[in-house]
């Protein structure tokens, strides 16, 4: 369960199933149990994927030393998320959304 209580200009995280996008809250719903995120431009900072032969095409070793920088993107995708029962906010695709911006892209898949 979340103690998570998101208020507008927060930053927060919609996890896919190996990628996170990072966003920003833009609205909550009076109730406090809707909110609209918009995705940020998340800018990676001088990191290279270090490739190995392995799997399909080969593995990223240091997937987990990705850092970004985030900025706001008044043209970014904007996601509406819900708190459900388990105390979690989920978007209308049954993402989960996490607080903090922690972009990532999994570069083995």
Same mark, same amino acid.
């Given at each position: 369960?979340?103690?998570?209580? #998101?208020?507008?200009?927060? %930053?927060?995280? @919609?996890?896919?199933? /190996?990628? +996170?996008? *990072?966003?920003?809250?833009?609205?909550?719903?009076?109730?406090?149990?809707?909110?609209?995120?918009?995705?940020?431009?998340?800018?990676?900072?001088?990191?290279?994927?270090?490739?190995? #032969?392995?799997?399909?095409? %080969?593995?990223? @070793?240091?997937?987990? /030393?990705? +850092?970004? *920088?985030?900025?706001?993107?008044?043209?970014?995708?904007?996601?509406?998320?819900?708190?459900?029962?388990?105390?979690?906010?989920?978007?209308?695709?049954?993402?989960?959304?996490?607080?903090?911006?922690?972009?990532?892209?999994?570069?083995?898949?």
């Amino acid at each position: 369960m979340s103690d998570w209580t #998101p208020k507008v200009g927060d %930053g927060a995280t @919609v996890c896919h199933y /190996s990628d +996170r996008t *990072a966003c920003t809250v833009i609205k909550v719903s009076a109730s406090g149990k809707t909110i609209h995120l918009r995705e940020d431009v998340a800018t990676l900072d001088e990191w290279k994927p270090e490739i190995v #032969p392995g799997g399909f095409a %080969g593995h990223c @070793v240091n997937n987990a /030393s990705q +850092r970004y *920088a985030y900025r706001p993107n008044p043209e970014g995708c904007v996601h509406r998320a819900s708190l459900r029962k388990d105390g979690r906010f989920r978007t209308t695709n049954n993402e989960r959304v996490i607080p903090g911006r922690h972009h990532f892209h999994d570069y083995n898949f």
